[in-house]
């Protein structure tokens, strides 16, 4: 027989719906100042600025630019390796805030 969910081989994470960074920041979820920690590393610092962007030093750029940037141009997927400090003092990776708003999304449609 055929067993349709061994052969769905999609992305399930390409199936969600899309969040952009920016929208974290319409949201309230980021702020613009805040600062972003690469890889759990509190001394390697990017500032979230209004326009969504990261800067560090000099460096400007998108989640992923700048992940690639702090890897010294290996590929990276800023959701994964930027991480914000919670209410707690834990740094969480930002992805985590990309799951709330879908999370909100849901609710809202469901509505």
């Known amino acids: 027989a055929f067993d349709r969910d061994v052969f769905d081989v999609r992305d399930k994470k390409r199936l969600e719906p899309r969040i952009s960074f920016r929208s974290l920041l319409e949201n309230g979820l980021i702020a613009p100042g805040q600062p972003l920690y690469f890889q759990k590393d509190r001394s390697k610092v990017a500032r979230v600025k209004p326009d969504g962007y990261l800067l560090i030093n000099e460096f400007e750029g998108s989640i992923h ?31 985590h805030l990309r799951k709330m708003m879908r999370h909100r999304l849901e609710q809202f449609s469901e509505e």
């Open 65 to 95: 630019q700048a992940g690639r940037y702090m890897a010294k141009g290996s590929p990276c997927n800023g959701w994964d390796h930027w991480y914000f400090e919670d209410e707690n003092g834990d740094l969480r990776p930002i992805d």
